[in-house]
């Protein structure tokens, strides 16, 4: 099985910041990795798929990059709606999917 | 716009079954696969099953394999996820997803089951 190892588990900071999340698969994915924001409470939802396309919708201060087994996930200028937690996810010949832990992003 | 509405959640004693229901809207149900994922409290997300867009394929975590079923009705647009032998670590919301290629498009809201004595 693919295991997915996101990193940080948490971070703290400013309004304006630029916030880097990252995720390497055990092996290689090729781009099928997608990103997911949750807020408390609610369900996950859809920001980045195959690694760099943003979902309809999604402000363009979110985008992922990578391909293989290293993939990035950007906030441009963190704002306070951000406040999230953010999981990778690869999915694997159609049967098998996986997320990462998780990442929570709080204002410092 | 896509709607998926799950329910059938509850408190339940360890070793009993319960069976979740997934109504879909908005969309052509039988043209997307569909997939059941569990979030424990306070836990991240966890991958439960997947079923093809007209049942022919199903996948399982090994966590709940030979316990839980998917399945799928698409005359009534409604995906269900039945688990037997429930255990206590099987507490968790539960979320049914669209799959959209290889992505999970559209969530539910999520129910919870609770699995205590």
């Known amino acids: 099985d693919i295991q997915m190892t996101q990193s940080p588990s948490s971070l703290s900071a400013s309004v304006g910041d630029r916030v880097t999340i990252t995720c390497q698969a055990s092996?290689?994915?090729?781009?099928?990795l997608n990103w997911y924001q949750q807020k408390p409470g609610k369900a996950p939802k859809l920001l980045i798929y195959?690694?760099?396309n943003l979902e309809t919708g999604v402000p363009s201060r979110f985008s992922g990059s990578g391909s293989g087994t290293d993939f990035t996930f950007t906030i441009s200028s963190l704002q306070p709606e951000d406040i999230a937690t953010y999981y990778c996810?690869?999915?694997?010949?159609?049967?098998?999917?996986?997320f990462g832990g998780g990442t929570k992003v709080e204002i410092k | 716009q896509v709607q998926l509405v799950e329910s059938g959640g509850g408190v339940v004693q360890p070793g009993r079954s319960l069976r979740l229901s997934c109504a879909a809207s908005?969309?052509?149900?039988?043209?997307?696969?569909m997939h059941w994922v569990r979030q424990a409290p306070g836990k991240g997300l966890e991958w439960v099953a997947v079923?093809?867009?007209?049942?022919?394929?199903?996948s399982y975590a090994d966590s709940v394999k030979g316990r839980f079923t998917i399945s799928r009705d698409n005359s009534k647009n409604t995906l269900y996820l039945q688990m037997n032998g429930l255990r206590a670590e099987d507490t968790a919301v539960y979320y049914c997803?669209?799959?959209?290629?290889?992505?999970?498009?559209?969530w539910g809201q999520g129910t919870l089951v609770t699995v205590s004595s």
């Open positions: 092996q290689d994915i090729s781009n099928y």
């Open positions: 997803a669209r799959l959209r290629a290889w992505c999970l498009d559209s």
């Open positions: 996810q690869q999915y694997d010949n159609l049967s098998q999917l996986t």
């Open positions: 908005g969309f052509t149900f039988s043209s997307n696969g």
């Open positions: 195959d690694a760099s």
């Open positions: 079923i093809w867009y007209d049942g022919s394929k199903k």
